[in-house]
């Protein structure tokens, strides 16, 4: 910077003197001209005079030589003034190649010093390039990770829920008050022979063996539907989804006939009709079946015997509903039935934790992460206070810590994480390890992969020991206090309960499905 400007004050001077010289030059032209003029002048009037006077010879040679003199002198005044004339030509070519010459400078050492910062921006680019290389590398390895994750409990998941068919064909059993047991041994016999023919693979005769199946009297209708769905459940493993919807749409006919169009047992036939409608690619159908059959159900809520069957039938139709697209209506089954375990708890706990599970993994599979981790937080904390009881407040929980180590990577002067320590391993049931599965998968699926670390190191900590080495000892032998009410700030920093609280959810028309759920996480 001082050699440039030190440059600079240079080119001024060396500006400053060829002007003064280029005007020196003009003034000695101008003189050179004047005298030119003054001496032709002068020769002028001289000859003037000589012409009006006739003097000596002498005086006239004098006069000559004067004339002479004066003569030699104009020619040297107006040659110096024409040598003057061109050195005042040449010193402005040399003063405008000078002027170009430093403005070319000027130009030059510009450029050299834009060159200079394009080699640092080029420079600072390509350790950019570099770093964001390394974390995209990163990331990619731990999408990979995640991914690979969330299909192995995809594939648990499925394995789980293998027998919700059966659970849905059978779920019609509580509701079957006027099944005749006699009728059932009367017509075994033929009921066999035309299930044996199905497994077989020989349909041609089903129909015609179906009409020759008995029906004595008025009494043994309810049980001929039951025949009929079972005989539909067989064909409908074998694929033979035609003769299928004809036993069922038979059956749900008698059932009408029988029990009335708003009894429980009708839901359970048009959840069977859904089912199937579903295998056939109907969608359309399929979802008029189910969400009649949720009307059904919705009339039944009120009858304190039938509550935890009512629950299991809201969840298997709700599972429906989001196979077949209708994620919000399907959740919305779902959380019905949670709310009905809910309020049974603790002797409820299997079903309503595997409620939460699936629908934790629903929202995951629809991208409602927010929702997903909602869920699992719900469950993570009622275990929470079954192990801590009244004092469950002065103890993070697992999704707590682990935010807080999300938090601390982004800005480690946002939180004290000595608050926040992991804690030693416990025993986790099974609901606790899915929950806290689809929890790290909803943090992973938002980017915020440290917590999700945080979470799947805990849950592999836990899992990999074994539970007489833990201080916690099993849950089970905990007193069950039921679940725990809103609970306030706790010890969590404001910016942790912030951040939890006031967090915007993925899918707002979902989050008023399940609001019971979030209540001040968000």
């Avoid at 000559?64 to 402005?92: D, F, I, M, P, Q």
């Amino acid at each position: 910077m001082f050699s440039g400007r030190l440059n600079e004050g240079k080119y001024a001077m060396e500006q400053t003197t060829n002007t003064l010289f280029l005007e020196q030059i003009k003034l000695l032209r101008g003189n050179l001209a004047s005298l030119t003029k003054r001496i032709d002048n002068r020769l002028r009037n001289q000859t003037n005079v000589n012409k009006m006077n006739k003097n000596s010879v002498p005086e006239e040679f004098r006069v000559e030589h004067s004339r002479r003199v004066l003569t030699l002198l104009k020619s040297k005044s107006h040659a110096s003034e024409v040598s003057t004339y061109l050195l005042e030509t040449v010193a402005e070519v040399l003063d405008f190649i000078d002027q170009g010459m430093n403005n070319a400078r000027l130009e030059l050492r510009n450029l050299s010093r834009e060159n200079r910062e394009l080699k640092a921006n080029i420079s600072y680019l390509i350790e950019k390039i570099y770093e964001a290389e390394s974390q995209l590398a990163s990331a990619r390895e731990s999408g990979a990770y995640w991914r690979f994750m969330r299909q192995l409990l995809h594939l648990d998941y499925k394995r789980n829920v293998a027998g919700d068919e059966s659970l849905l064909w059978n779920a019609c059993i509580p509701y079957d008050s006027l099944w005749n047991t006699e009728y059932a041994g009367f017509v075994s016999q033929t009921i066999q022979t035309v299930m044996d023919k199905i497994s077989s693979g020989n349909m041609k005769d089903i129909p015609e063996l179906v009409e020759k199946i008995p029906v004595r009297e008025d009494q043994d209708k309810a049980s001929y539907a039951t025949v009929l769905q079972k005989i539909a459940q067989r064909c409908y493993q074998q694929d033979c989804f035609k003769i299928c919807l004809d036993m069922l749409n038979k059956s749900l006919e008698i059932r009408v006939s029988t029990y009335g169009s708003n009894h429980p047992i009708i839901s359970t036939s048009l959840n069977c009709l859904a089912l199937v409608y579903g295998e056939v690619n109907e969608v359309q159908n399929a979802t008029k079946f189910a969400l009649d059959a949720i009307s059904i159900m919705d009339r039944h809520l009120d009858m304190p015997n039938n509550r935890p069957l009512m629950a299991q039938q809201y969840m298997q139709t709700g599972q429906m509903l989001v196979s077949f697209s209708h994620v919000s209506e399907g959740i919305r089954a779902m959380q019905t039935a949670v709310g009905i375990w809910e309020d049974l708890l603790p002797r409820e706990e299997d079903h309503w934790c595997h409620a939460l599970n699936h629908m934790a993994r629903t929202c995951n599979d629809n991208d409602y992460h927010d929702d997903a981790m909602g869920l699992g937080f719900d469950l993570i904390e009622y275990f929470h206070m079954k192990v801590h009881g009244s004092v469950s407040d002065r103890y993070p929980t697992i999704y707590e810590v682990a935010y807080a180590h999300e938090l601390a990577l982004q800005d480690p002067q946002i939180i004290n994480l000595d608050l926040y320590p992991m804690g030693n391993p416990v025993y986790l049931n099974r609901a606790q390890q899915m929950a806290l599965g689809e929890i790290a998968i909803g943090f992973a699926c938002r980017g915020e992969l440290k917590a999700a670390q945080v979470i799947a190191t805990y849950l592999y900590i836990c899992t990999s020991n074994s539970a007489p080495n833990f201080e916690s000892g099993a849950y089970s032998d905990a007193h069950s206090t039921g679940r725990s009410e809103t609970r306030s700030v706790r010890f969590v920093t404001p910016e942790l309960y912030r951040v939890f609280r006031d967090r915007d959810t993925e899918k707002k028309s979902l989050l008023k499905i399940l609001k019971k759920f979030f209540k001040v996480k968000r």
